[in-house]
């Protein structure tokens, strides 16, 4: 069983920054792929990015390439995603999600645990 804790979400203007960090509870953290997603009032989950295991493989929707990044720290247990160039159209509640694996996983139909998600609100 893992338990995600998502934080770092918070209000910030166009073109600004904001790092979210979401935190595991429960061993073998590093034997799990961990993914991004986001859901904006009135729309469907969405996937944002994706880490293995390893921290070898990372993947991003095209919506958001180049301008966040998404890594682990498997001493503290933790997946960050770090967005830059923030947009409004990037408002939403964003959630971490886990899945023990070695592939990489891109819909969210393939994670396990989900976290309760943290809001970010960029204004123009």
């Known amino acids: 069983q893992v338990q995600l804790v998502e934080s770092g979400g918070g209000l910030v203007q166009a073109g600004g920054s904001l790092r979210l960090s979401c935190a595991a509870s429960?061993?073998?953290?590093?034997?799990?792929?961990m993914g991004w997603f986001r859901q904006a009032p009135g729309k469907e989950r969405e996937f944002v990015s994706s880490i293995n295991w390893s921290g070898a493989n990372t993947y991003y929707a095209d919506s958001v390439k180049g301008r966040f990044t998404i890594s682990r720290d498997s001493v503290k247990n933790t997946v960050y995603l770090q967005m830059n160039s923030l947009k409004p159209e990037d408002t939403a509640v964003y959630s971490c999600?886990?899945?023990?694996?070695?592939?990489?996983?891109?819909?969210?139909?393939?994670?396990?645990?989900w976290g309760q998600g943290t809001q970010v609100s960029v204004s123009s």
């Open positions: 429960g061993r073998s953290f590093s034997r799990y792929a």
């Open positions: 999600a886990a899945r023990m694996g070695l592939r990489d996983y891109l819909t969210q139909d393939e994670y396990d645990y």
